[in-house]
């Protein structure tokens, strides 16, 4: 079983830059793919950004890349999303997600979700 938590978000405005942090409780953090998801209100949860268990592969959706940095920290069971030139268009609940040894880019496929964090970006 592994544990999720979110946190980092909050009122930004465009072309400003947040970091967001996913604190993982469980022995097994340091073998799982990490990724990020959002969900804008009326919208599908889309795919964000996805690590793999050892930091050495990323892989980003194309409305991100350039912009956002996913990155982790297995002594610290910690994943980050670090987001830069922000736009109102990323208003949305970031939620980290696990579960899976491999990187992937579709919601079902992660076991385990966090609660979620807003990110709100102003024009």
């Known amino acids: 079983q592994v544990q999720l938590e979110e946190s980092g978000g909050g009122l930004v405005q465009a072309g400003g830059s947040l970091r967001l942090s996913c604190a993982a409780s469980?022995?097994?953090?340091?073998?799982?793919?990490m990724a990020w998801f959002r969900q804008a209100p009326g919208k599908e949860r889309e795919f964000v950004a996805a690590?793999?268990?050892?930091?050495?592969?990323?892989y980003y959706a194309d409305s991100v890349k350039g912009r956002f940095t996913i990155s982790r920290d297995n002594a610290k069971n910690t994943v980050y999303l670090q987001m830069n030139s922000l736009k109102p268009e990323d208003t949305a609940v970031y939620y980290c997600?696990?579960?899976?040894?491999?990187?992937?880019?579709?919601?079902?496929?992660?076991?385990?979700w966090g609660r979620g964090t807003q990110v709100t970006v102003s024009s």
């Open positions: 997600a696990t579960g899976r040894w491999t990187i992937a880019t579709i919601a079902a496929q992660y076991d385990y």
């Open positions: 469980g022995r097994t953090f340091n073998t799982y793919a």
């Open positions: 690590i793999n268990w050892s930091g050495g592969s990323t």
